[in-house]
Nanobody, 114 residues
Framework: QVQPVESGGGLVQPGGSLRLSCTGSGIIVSPYSMGWYRQVPGKQRELVAF???????TYASSVKGRFTISRDSAKNIVNLQMSSLKRDDTAVYYC????????WGQGTQVTVSS
């Protein structure tokens, strides 16, 4: 079974940066859709950034201009570069990939705090 694995989460101060990565055995990132989502306790999982198979990207309005989704087709890795982090960005971040099957990662915690 395909299982994406996220990495790169952690504790960062407001205004700081983090880079999340997602990969897994058997996962192919191009030319397929993929995305990053996040969830805080008591709330629904929400879209952060999404890239479709043609490379068109959609961002949540709350992260536009601060986060960048990208993919490394040679290594089959999905990245999320996060800058100018805010306390409201604190959440568990999940990777979603679509090929060879729709799959969610286990999540990685991002905590923005001083």
């Amino acid at each position: 079974q395909v299982q994406p694995v996220e990495s790169g989460g952690g504790l960062v101060q407001p205004g700081g940066s983090l880079r999340l990565s997602c990969t897994g055995s058997g996962i192919i990132v191009s030319p397929y859709s993929m995305g990053w989502y996040r969830q805080v306790p008591g709330k629904q999982r929400e879209l952060v950034a999404f890239m479709d198979g043609t490379g068109v990207v959609t961002y949540a309005s709350s992260v536009k201009g601060r986060f960048t989704i990208s993919r490394d087709s040679a290594k089959n890795i999905v990245n999320l570069q996060m800058s100018s982090l805010k306390r409201d960005d604190t959440a568990v971040y999940y990777c979603w990939t679509s090929h060879p099957q729709f799959s969610w990662g286990q999540g990685t915690q991002v905590t923005v705090s001083s």
